[in-house]
């Protein structure tokens, strides 16, 4: 377990690559100055993300904790920080901290278990990390399926990876849709919610969702018509986290912080919580 004190002490990073995703997502690998690792982490967990004299952020980390070499964000541009990182280039120095957060339960409730992936746009991001875990780990989980949708060919992230690594495994199943017709799409179109009804997945496999929380309601309910449970049905949730360790109180919801008791959550316990998120 990592040392509470340690989690406070930025780390300097170097942005050593830098990849284009999509029109307002980029990937950006991290190493430290002397080449390594900033620290290991569990999927889900997250990192605290700092330009001095720019201002700091909490992102997913996106890469597995299999991947001894390095650290991989998929960072969506939509504020003052992320714009900023959108404009660095390899070399730029930044510092890191963490890792912060409760992540999925891999080695405790997902043992074993079928698995079906759910994500919508850069809510692929959080979940890329499980995917990869459980790929890097494969005889630890029975079949595993992923949904994942966006607005059109062009959002979708890690589209390559997809393509070309996690449709080639044995067990795994993708199935991919867009919002809307497009020139040289020839998959499904349709919103996430109505395509997980019409897969009918399978009512033993363990849910992981992430993405807009109107897809996420949505698709929730649709899982609940299917006769699934909110037992069996994980998320996680980044907003408004700060300090990372419960002490400024800016993610607190009702008895929960979410960067100390989530950010992933069962919903059964998301029930317990006032109706904010």
Known sequence: MTDRNEMLIPVVGVITDVRMDTPDVKT?????????????HMPGQCAMLSIPGVGEA???????PTNTEFMEFSIKKCGCVTEWLHQAEPGQQITVRGP????????????????LF??????????????????????NYGKVQIVYGARSKDDLVDYSEIINEWMTDDGIEVNLTIDREQEGWDGH??????FVKELSPD???????????????????????????????????????????????????????VCKDGPVFRFDELDELPDEY
Request: with cysteine; net charge positive; proline share 7%.
């Open 189 to 194: 179109v349709g919103f996430i919610p109505n």
């Open 203 to 257: 009512l033993n496999k363990t849910v992981l969702m992430c993405g807009p929380p109107i897809m996420i309601k949505f698709t929730l309910q649709g899982l609940m018509e299917l006769g699934f449970k909110k037992t069996q049905v994980y998320t996680t949730m980044e907003l408004r986290m700060k300090c990372g360790i419960g002490k400024c109180g800016r993610c607190n919801i009702g008895s929960k912080y």
């Open 100 to 115: 912060y957060g409760k992540p999925f339960p891999v080695e405790e409730d997902l043992k074993g278990k079928d698995l």
């Open 58 to 64: 909490m992102f997913s980390i996106t890469s597995s």
């Open 118 to 139: 759910i994500a919508g746009g850069i809510g692929l991001a959080p979940l890329r990390s499980v995917i990869n875990y459980v790929r890097h780990y494969r005889e």
């Open 28 to 40: 950006f690998r991290v190493v430290t100055p002397d080449g390594v690792k900033p620290f290991a």
